[in-house]
C-alpha cells in the first residue's frame, strides 16, 4: 500500500461517470486521480462534497479563442478571459481552433496559434486545425505531420467564402483522415444557396439580423449534411456534424446510422434555448446578439435537438463559443455600424454557461441522465479527440479535473459571467445548478464565488488517436 499522504481528498462524493454513479472519497496526487474509495486517509487537504455530484470537468471541444479575424472585428476573448470562464462554468479543458487563411500555411497557423496561448490558460487545451486552403502540400506533408505531432481532428467548412472547401477538395482532405486516423469535424451548410438567398433578401432591403435566418433555413444545412455524409462514405471514413441544429439534418444523419455509417453529431445549446425569435420578431438591431450559423430554429425543432440527446443521436455537447461584443466597433457592430445581417460576426458566446444550462435543463428536469450528460459534456469529447482516458472521466491515473454541483435557483446575468463578452444570450434564465467548485489538475479554480487564477498553468495537450474512430487494420 503506497503511504505517501494525498494532496488532496474530495470526500463523500457521489461520482458520476459516462456509466456509473457511486459514492467515494477522490484521492488525488500531483495533479491526478490516485485512488477513489471509502474511507480515504487524510490528505493534507480535504474538500468535503457531502451531499454533492461531482461529475468530470468539461471538455468544450468546441470553441472559438482569439481566433484571427477580418479588421475592425475582433474575438471579445482569448485564452486569459475564455479560460477563465470556462473553468468557472465547470469546463476544465477547451479545444478552440488554429485556422489556416487561405494561402497560409498549416504551421504557421498553429505557431501563430501557440503565440496567442502562451501564459496565459488557466485550464488544459488542444487545438483543432482549420483547414481551408488543402494545397498538396498541406495534403502530402503539413496536415500528416501534425495529426502524428498529435493535432488530431481538423474542421472543414462548406459554407464562408475565406474558409469552404469544395466537394473534391472535400474528398482529399477526408482522405487524409482516413489515412492518418484523424478526426474530420463539418460545418454543414450549402454555401451557394445562402449567397442566392442573401442576395434576394438585400435586393428587397430584408437586411435586418432577423433575415439571417431566412437566408439558412433548414433545408441549406440538411443538404450540406447529406451531402457530407456522401462524401465520408465514399472516402469510407468517420466524421463529425459539428452544431447540429435543425430536423432535416438530424434526420439525414438518423439515415446514415441506420445504414451503418460512422457518422458522429455534435449540438449546442443555442439549439436548445433560442430560436429564430431570438434574432428579432421586428427588425431591431438587437438580434445581432443572438446571430450564429446555423441560425437557432422554433420551438418544435427545440424538442428535436432534446431528443438527440436523450436518444444517443448526438455524440457531443459543445458550445460552439464564438464570443463578439455587442458594443464597440470590434463585434457585432463592425466600426460601430449596423450592418446588414450578412455582415454581422456570426457566433454567441456560451463557454460558462454549458454545463449549467445542460445540468439544469436536462438532468435535474428528468430529460437526459447524469451519466447521459456527462458522457455528452465530457467522456465523449475526450474520446472523439484523442484525450480520453486522461480527461473526460472520474479514474484511477486520469487528470484531477472535477467538478463539485451545487442544487438551487440561480438567475443567469451577464454581470455575473467571466467570459469578457459585454452580453449573454441566455439573460435571466433560471438556473437550478451552478458549479459550487471547479478542480483544474488537483488545483482549485473556482470555488463557487471566486476565480482563483493560474494563467500558464493550463497546458497544451498533444493528443492520441480519436478513441472513437473505429479500429482500422488498413491505416498508416
Ligand atoms: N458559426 C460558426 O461556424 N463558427 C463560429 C460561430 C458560428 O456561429
Ligand atoms: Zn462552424
Ligand atoms: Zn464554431
Not at 500555411?105 to 488544459?124: F, K, N, P, T
Not at 451548410?189 to 435566418?213: M, Q, V, Y
Request: glycine share 8%.
Amino acid at each position: 500500500m503506497d503511504s505517501q499522504p494525498f494532496d488532496l481528498v474530495v470526500r463523500n462524493a457521489r461520482v458520476a461517470t459516462a456509466s456509473d454513479t457511486f459514492d467515494a472519497d477522490i484521492g488525488i496526487r500531483a495533479g491526478r486521480i490516485v485512488q477513489l474509495g471509502l474511507e480515504l486517509p487524510r490528505g493534507m487537504r480535504e474538500i468535503d462534497a457531502a451531499g454533492r455530484t461531482v461529475t468530470p470537468g468539461g471538455v468544450d471541444a468546441h470553441c472559438h479563442l482569439d481566433q484571427p479575424m477580418e479588421a475592425p472585428v475582433r474575438m471579445a476573448d482569448d485564452f486569459d478571459s475564455g479560460t477563465r470562464a470556462a473553468a468557472c462554468g465547470g469546463t476544465t479543458t477547451v479545444i478552440p481552433f488554429a485556422a489556416q487563411q487561405k494561402g497560409q500555411s498549416l504551421r504557421a497557423a498553429v505557431q501563430d496559434y501557440h503565440h496567442r496561448a502562451e501564459g496565459r490558460a488557466h485550464v488544459d487545451h488542444a487545438f483543432h486545425l482549420i483547414v481551408s486552403d488543402p494545397t498538396p502540400q498541406v495534403l502530402a506533408e503539413e496536415l500528416p505531420q501534425l495529426i502524428a505531432e498529435g493535432y488530431t481532428s481538423f474542421k472543414i467548412y462548406m459554407t464562408y467564402d475565406d474558409l469552404k472547401l469544395d466537394d473534391g477538395q472535400i474528398l482529399d482532405v477526408l482522405e487524409v483522415a482516413r489515412r492518418h486516423d484523424a478526426m474530420a469535424m463539418i460545418h454543414a451548410e450549402n454555401a451557394d444557396c445562402i449567397e442566392w438567398l442573401s442576395k434576394r433578401l438585400e435586393a428587397g432591403g430584408r437586411t435586418a439580423p432577423r433575415f439571417h435566418a431566412h437566408a439558412r433555413p433548414l433545408l441549406v444545412e440538411r443538404e450540406a449534411t447529406h451531402r457530407a455524409i456522401a462524401l465520408s462514405e465514399l472516402v469510407d471514413v468517420p466524421i463529425m456534424i459539428v452544431h447540429v441544429s435543425g430536423r432535416e439534418a438530424v434526420e439525414q444523419i438518423r439515415w446514415a446510422r441506420a445504414h451503418g455509417l460512422n457518422v458522429f453529431a455534435e449540438t449546442c445549446p443555442q439549439y436548445l434555448f433560442l430560436t429564430a425569435e431570438d434574432l428579432g420578431i421586428d427588425d431591431s438591431y438587437l438580434g445581432a446578439r443572438c446571430v450564429c450559423s446555423p441560425p437557432p430554429r422554433n420551438r418544435d425543432n427545440q424538442q428535436v435537438i432534446w431528443n438527440g440527446l436523450a436518444d444517443g443521436l448526438f455524440t457531443i455537447f459543445s458550445s460552439d463559443h464564438a464570443p463578439f461584443n455587442f458594443e464597440g466597433t470590434q463585434g457585432k457592430r463592425p466600426n460601430g455600424e449596423e450592418v446588414a445581417f450578412r455582415h454581422i460576426p456570426n457566433g454567441i458566446p456560451g463557454i460558462e454557461t454549458r454545463l449549467p444550462l445542460l445540468y439544469s435543463e436536462g438532468v435535474l428536469k428528468g430529460r437526459i441522465t447524469l451519466n447521459r450528460f456527462v458522457e455528452l459534456t465530457s467522456t465523449n469529447p475526450a474520446k472523439a479527440y484523442g484525450l480520453h482516458p486522461r480527461k473526460g472521466t472520474i479514474a484511477v491515473g486520469s487528470d484531477a479535473d472535477l467538478v463539485v454541483w451545487q442544487h438551487g435557483p440561480r438567475t443567469l446575468r451577464n454581470e455575473a459571467l467571466h467570459h469578457a463578452v459585454d452580453y449573454t444570450p441566455y439573460e435571466g434564465i433560471e438556473l437550478q445548478a451552478w458549479p459550487a467548485l471547479t478542480l483544474a489538475g488537483g488545483e482549485v479554480v473556482w470555488d463557487g464565488r471566486d476565480f482563483h487564477p493560474r494563467p500558464g498553468a493550463g497546458r497544451f495537450l498533444r493528443r492520441g488517436r480519436p478513441s472513437l474512430l473505429p479500429a482500422r487494420p488498413d491505416a498508416a
